[in-house]
């Protein structure tokens, strides 16, 4: 490959000042875009913010200039009055943009962070469990509470730069006014301090992400923590398992401990700059007025401009907010940037009893193939059971078959038509799941139940429990059906029950149950399967199974060996393989 083609592409404006090589690529370059959206939400507000902005740097510049009138109209005892309103009105006008700055911040962030959390929540819910493979659960929590906080205010820190830098350029100009010697001498500081700013750029930009990404990484542990709480406290292992939280502390802290040293240089640098930069101006201005070249009130004022000027400096320390703005955008970006499934045909078209092929279906963990090239032609009405060893793909095809999980290649059809031309709303009307740990999402155990059909009545959703078993336990409840699902307490079978319940309400015409009835004893997964043997008659149904009895009712079998179809074929038949019954330790 040729040296330009691996050459990374030029950036321009304050890119050139930022050492962004750790968001460099497709990433950063989104990170970047979502920047400049943000610029463009709530118009509204940043209207307001804009001009509040420079209005009050251009009081401040002003106020100077308004002291020295009055100190000198003091000295020559003519003009006070009017002196006395010029101040009065610039310190009128820095107050109220300096209200208003506050006001019109404070709702352009509330807006900009809610809309990009509320379309961060919406699309990481769109991605589905392909979302929940490439990101963590704590990696996703930290970027919607921590860094999409970030780029909203990336449009005053960019507001403080440029007006800063045009707050230093008028301070120049004005000292220049007053006398040019003033301006050069303050002029020789603004280039050493850029520099200084630059150099701590430079060292601390790597930390800064490494930071955030550790503190990502003890959310993730800690929710694994709280998912695993039981099995932690029943094996004793708490100080075990808070270390295992903990353990990332050690580099943070030497992450923290690095930005914090590197500010810390920084800090000593521009409090040594600052003060001899403005004695420097003061004893030229001081020459100057003794030579008589200025008056009292210029002197006044050039002073007064110095102390802008170095205030001016907090926009080169503004670049940092930058840097960290670039951080967070990027991080969010990533996730908004993956791609969901395009919306398809807003129905699923009825004209079959329910055949589902799968033709050359591969799907890619990362480096591992979990499905490779995998043909499989479930007959219309068919009860197929999907069996294999740990890790052989089983819950991997049960999502495939119901495009949870879109596949690196191949094509699922239901009927002929491909799945991947379906909308998501129409494809969940024809599509139930149960799953082995079901969560129970609602306010009520009615809510949980009618979850995928919120209409339901409580005559189907009751006839649903019924079917799979769950009806007599939750009639035992306090509020029976109307009991808030917090305040209830299940035991994992009776969880898997209202799960197949909530499946068996939806109605649909492919059913697929990923062990979905792994935690029932052995009569209750008779009487379950009995029950739903008869509401699932002529509908097209995929089982994940571990029993062999699970597997012996099935129509057919689909035996799964690292990630390929062995067999395919009835229980039966199949069993005569001595590899086929290891599968169930037999």
């Known amino acids: 490959m040729s040296d330009v083609a691996m050459a990374p592409p030029r950036r321009r404006g304050f890119a050139r000042f930022l050492p962004l090589e750790h968001t460099e690529g497709e990433d950063g370059a989104a990170g970047r875009a979502l920047l400049v959206e ?76 809610a809309d990009l959390r509320n379309r961060f929540i919406r699309h990481v819910l769109a991605l589905g469990v392909a979302g929940r493979r490439r990101f963590a659960s704590g990696d996703l929590l930290s970027r919607l509470t921590t860094d999409t906080a970030k780029p909203a205010g990336f449009l005053l820190v960019l507001l403080n730069i440029a007006v800063g830098l045009l707050t230093l350029a008028g301070c120049a100009v004005a000292l220049w006014v007053i006398d040019w010697t003033l301006a050069v001498t303050l002029l020789v500081g603004i280039p050493v301090a850029f520099g200084i700013v630059r150099l701590f750029l430079s060292r601390t930009a790597k930390h800064f992400l490494r930071y955030q990404q550790i503190q990502a990484d003890i959310v993730a542990r800690f929710l694994d923590a709280l998912r695993g709480a039981r099995t932690i406290r029943a094996n004793g292992t708490q100080v075990r398992d808070a270390a295992r939280v903990l353990r990332p502390l050690g580099e943070l802290n030497t992450t923290g401990r690095a930005v914090w040293k590197a500010q810390g240089q920084i800090g000593w640098q521009l409090l040594l700059l600052i003060p001899l930069l403005q004695i420097a101006v003061l004893c030229v201005g001081g020459f100057a007025l003794a030579a008589e070249r200025i008056t009292a009130g210029e002197f006044v004022a050039s002073a007064g401009y110095v102390l802008l000027a170095v205030h001016g400096f907090e926009a080169v320390e503004s670049i940092v907010m930058v840097l960290k703005a670039q951080i967070g955008a990027t991080r969010v970006a990533t996730v908004l940037s993956t791609p969901a499934r395009e919306p398809g045909s807003p129905v699923v078209p009825d004209i079959g009893a329910g055949r589902l092929d799968l033709r050359g279906v591969t799907v890619r963990e990362g480096d591992r193939v979990v499905l490779d090239n995998v043909y499989l032609r479930i007959p219309a009405g068919s009860n197929v059971a999907a069996v294999g060893r740990s890790g052989s793909g089983k819950s991997v095809l049960a999502a495939v078959a119901g495009r949870l999980v879109h596949p690196c290649g191949g094509t699922v059809t239901f009927d002929g038509v491909a799945f991947a031309e379906v909308s998501e709303s129409a494809l969940r009307t024809s599509v139930a799941y149960a799953f082995e740990k079901p969560a129970l999402l609602g306010r009520t155990i009615h809510d949980a139940i009618a979850y995928g059909r919120p209409g339901a009545s409580r005559a189907e959703v009751e006839r649903a429990a019924r079917i799979a078993r769950a009806d007599h336990f939750v009639r035992k409840l306090p509020d029976g059906y109307d009991t808030p699902v917090r305040e209830a307490r299940f035991s994992g079978g009776e969880v898997q029950r209202l799960g197949l319940a909530r499946a068996v309400l939806v109605d649909a015409r492919l059913v697929i149950l990923d062990d979905a009835t792994s935690s029932l004893d052995a009569a209750t997964e008779v009487q379950v399967a009995h029950a739903l043997d008869r509401v699932l008659a002529g509908r097209t149904c995929l089982l994940v199974a571990h029993r062999a009895s699970t597997a012996a009712r099935a129509d057919l079998v689909a035996w799964l060996d690292e990630g390929r179809v062995r067999g395919f074929a009835p229980h039966a038949q199949l069993w005569s393989d001595p590899a086929y019954r290891e599968v169930f330790g037999g």
């Open 38 to 113: 943000c610029l463009r939400e709530c118009p509204l507000w940043s209207s307001v913010l804009v001009p509040a902005v420079i209005a009050r740097a251009a009081a401040a510049l002003l106020l100077p200039a308004a002291v020295a009138e009055g100190i000198d109209a003091a000295v020559t005892g003519t003009g006070v009055t009017s002196a006395v309103l010029h101040v009065g009105v610039v310190l009128a006008v820095l107050s109220a943009t300096d209200a208003a700055t506050e006001l019109a911040n404070a709702y352009y962030l509330a807006s900009v962070t």
